[in-house]
């Protein structure tokens, strides 16, 4: 098959859909990479790598999609409403697409890719299960926002993390909580106790307090009753709102005596839940920093206000929404393992497989034959079950 890697034309998207070193073992499977010239320069990849590594360089975009049978992107429409709208005249039935699409949010850029007659597969989709481990790009995303959220805190932060004794005196170690122990989260925990801070974390899911003390930091108690607080997929479940509310009165007392307040948050495809207030923010030393990683779905901070540096009782409140792409070379590498390894479990017999009877590919596949077929997506978008319609 003809795989095509379109350049990257999200706003400050710097990550590229697979790098050179896994170009080889698809040209040995019998496929033919074509790459957009460029598009890997953001990520420290100039074209010469790709074409050293056996990829074949194509002058234009238009190229890349007039010749390739199956499309690897970073950010698809749906992901990238506005620039990526540009790429849909370039599309046609028969294409494949394997991208982030946000389709429990994006109606109208799901409608038009069926509409093209494409198929699509969305990244964010991907099943928690054991065999799809190395396909969750998700995860790989969120290790990254992690580990970058902390650095970020700790470059703003008018204190150093670790604890020192100089000649100077002693310095006392920052005050770290990080609230949500997914992927970023448990990541966050890991970063800030390599630089020496003292660190407490909060997740609702109760079975996430083993991992939180497993990486040396404190669990905090909060006595609130959790119902059926975690999905099939491993992800926190909203709560209702007299829930967060008691969670945030609670919450008050540990967010004041931090330093730093990391937060994480998220549910698949939903407004993200307020866990700090502005109340909260006036209660904490001027100084502080909250860095809010839920920012993109509208916040676990109140205050905040996506990739934008707001102020607020001398509290800094940061929401960036696409941290990944601030570290593109890993990012890129992490993201081409699961794409590729996605397109390997895909394909069989130079066909792309789209049967109900697999797991991965029933939770993954978004459009087909012009349609809108995931029931998930159908369900999030407040259209009809598909066999209901007339």
Request: include cysteine; glycine fraction near 10%; charge should be neutral.
């Amino acid at each position: 098959m003809k795989i095509g890697v379109p350049k990257e034309t999200f706003p400050g998207e710097h990550r590229v859909a697979i790098v050179p070193s896994f170009v080889p073992p698809l040209v040995k499977g019998g496929h033919e990479v074509i790459v957009e010239t460029g598009a890997g320069v953001s990520a420290g990849l100039p074209d010469a790598q790709f074409a050293e590594r056996g990829a074949r360089i194509a002058a234009s975009r238009a190229e890349v999609f007039q010749q390739a049978d199956v499309i690897l992107q970073v950010r698809g429409l749906g992901a990238n409403p506005e620039a990526g709208g540009a790429d849909l005249p370039l599309m046609r039935p028969g294409h494949t697409l394997l991208a982030m699409l946000e389709p429990l949010t994006a109606k109208s850029e799901m409608e038009a890719l069926a509409g093209r007659g494409v198929t699509a597969f969305s990244m964010e989709l991907m099943p928690r299960i054991t065999r799809a481990q190395s396909m969750d790009a998700l995860s790989s995303m969120a290790t990254i926002s992690g580990y970058k959220a902390v650095l970020i805190a700790a470059n703003e932060l008018p204190r150093m993390f670790p604890m020192m004794m100089t000649a100077a005196g002693t310095l006392a170690p920052a005050h770290v909580f990080i609230v949500g122990a997914g992927v970023a989260g448990l990541q966050a925990i890991a970063t800030a106790k390599r630089l020496g801070a003292k660190v407490e974390a909060y997740d609702v899911r109760p079975a996430a307090q083993d991992q939180i003390q497993s990486l040396g930091a404190k669990f905090v108690e909060l006595p609130l009753e959790t119902v059926d607080s975690e999905d099939k997929g491993g992800y926190a479940k909203a709560q209702d709102e007299s829930f967060y509310r008691r969670q945030r009165e609670i919450m008050t007392k540990v967010v004041a005596g931090s330093d730093v307040v990391i937060t994480t948050a998220a549910i698949p495809g939903k407004k993200a839940p307020v866990l700090v207030t502005a109340d909260m923010v006036a209660g904490m030393q001027p100084g502080s920093i909250v860095i809010d990683l839920a920012a993109e779905r509208g916040g676990n901070c109140e205050l905040t206000r996506a990739d934008a540096r707001v102020m607020a009782h001398g509290v800094t409140i940061l929401g960036p929404t696409n941290l990944a792409s601030s570290v593109p070379y890993h990012a890129s590498q992490m993201y081409a393992k699961n794409i590729t390894t996605f397109f390997a479990h895909l394909v069989k017999d130079n066909t792309v497989q789209t049967g109900a009877d697999d797991e991965i590919v029933r939770e993954t596949l978004v459009t087909r034959g012009g349609e809108i077929v995931n029931p998930r997506v159908r369900e999030a978008l407040g259209l009809q079950p598909a066999a209901a319609r007339a």
